[in-house]
């Protein structure tokens, strides 16, 4: 994407997973761990899953998408969903889905049980899949107090639309006081001049796609991602841009004062802070703070990106608030799982025996 300028050097937050005898975190590997999420609000652990553990977690993905009658997402890119430019769907809670859950929970837990209580709720199991053709989601945070948790299950490339993060920009107290007490002021400058790329950089992409043979848009398409009234937060809408109806990024957020700011404090912002896309190989596993500001970007490749994501609940979540960024399937909400139910779930014995990663 031309129009913002993206690292790809994700070494500062990648951490070898190194697993005990009982196919956990060793306590140095998940020290280190905890020590990027609190400096960077992620942390990338490498070769977490094996290679068939991560083909488990892709066929979950497949079974999901299959079925005509899947539960899709309502929390972003409700119209890209629509078109079929992605598919992020709820995994119901069926014993492979819960097994693979609690695989990732009992691996992670000298790691998760920093920030997250035992009783606190599994919020959402979800598959978050992109085609060719899919809206660059405006950077945002999600809804506050949760530990998210993005597998690949296959390798992810920059092309594929791997997530980005703005390192550094999760909240906590006395975060505000960094960069001489203006570092919340300056971040909500950074993000609104990510947003504003952003935009333009879909709006390019949806003129060029009217006559694409690769990614051809579908009738009423064009007409419901940039003129539609429906509620979307993370399409290039002028609609809603215009009328100030869109929380993530709207014309209200262009007043004369803060195009002045990002004029005067760009050198401030190109010092502080940086966009990084992360490009996780197979088996991998991205913990990061939802309060850390990120995006989906769109999928340039013609090979779908597929990944595997839960949330865990780090503080009180209102119910009528996971909406906002999270989407249970009817039978999480029906039958609620918590870290504790997750960590004490009964696994079958590992074969990996020859599985590397662990020491005895």
């Given at each position: 994407m031309r129009e913002l300028t993206v690292s790809h050097?994700?070494?500062?937050?990648?951490?070898?997973?190194?697993l005990d005898a009982h196919g956990k975190l060793t306590p140095d590997c998940a020290r280190q761990a905890r020590t990027r999420i609190d400096t960077h609000g992620l942390v990338i652990l490498t070769g977490l899953l094996s290679a068939s553990e991560a083909d488990a977690g892709l066929a979950l993905i497949h079974e999901t998408i299959d079925d005509p009658d899947r539960v899709r997402g309502a929390f972003a890119s409700e119209t890209d969903n629509r078109y079929l430019r992605?598919?992020?769907?709820?995994?119901?809670?069926?014993p492979p889905v819960t097994a693979f859950a609690a695989t990732l929970a009992q691996r992670l837990e000298a790691v998760l049980?920093?920030?997250?209580?035992?009783s606190r709720p599994l919020l959402e199991v979800t598959t978050l899949t992109s085609y060719r053709g899919s809206s660059h989601q405006y950077v945002h945070r999600d809804p506050i107090g949760v530990i998210?948790?993005?597998?690949?299950?296959e390798d992810v490339s920059p092309a594929q639309g791997g997530t980005v993060f703005v390192p550094g920009?999760?909240?906590?107290g006395g975060s505000e006081s960094r960069q001489g007490g203006q570092a919340h002021a300056l971040t909500e400058l950074f993000r609104t001049r990510c947003n504003y790329r952003i935009l333009r950089h879909n709006l390019a992409k949806l003129w060029r796609m009217r006559?694409?043979?690769?990614?051809?848009?579908a009738p009423g398409e064009f007409r419901d991602r940039v003129f539609s009234t429906k509620w979307d937060q993370h399409q290039p809408n002028l609609l809603r841009f215009l009328l100030g109806k869109n929380a993530q990024f709207s014309l209200r957020t262009l007043g004369p004062r803060t195009l002045w700011r990002l004029y005067r404090q760009r050198a401030a912002l190109d010092a502080h802070f940086r966009l990084v896309q992360t490009a996780p190989r197979k088996g991998s596993v991205i913990l990061y703070r939802s309060d850390l500001l990120h995006a989906g970007p769109d999928n340039r490749s013609p090979q779908p990106r597929r990944v595997f994501s839960m949330?865990?609940?780090?503080?009180?979540?209102?119910?009528?608030?996971?909406?906002?960024?999270?989407?249970?399937?009817?039978?999480?909400?029906?039958?609620?799982?918590?870290?504790?139910?997750l960590l004490d779930h009964?696994?079958?014995?590992?074969?990996?025996?020859?599985?590397?990663?662990?020491?005895?």
């Open positions: 050097d994700c070494a500062a937050f990648e951490v070898p997973a190194i992605r598919d992020f769907c709820a995994l119901p809670s069926t049980g920093e920030y997250c209580g035992r998210s948790l993005l597998v690949a299950v920009t999760h909240l906590y006559k694409s043979a690769d990614a051809p848009l949330s865990i609940a780090r503080d009180l979540v209102e119910p009528k608030f996971w909406s906002d960024g999270y989407s249970p399937h009817p039978t999480l909400v029906e039958e609620p799982l918590s870290l504790g139910d009964a696994l079958p014995a590992p074969s990996g025996a020859t599985d590397r990663r662990r020491i005895a």
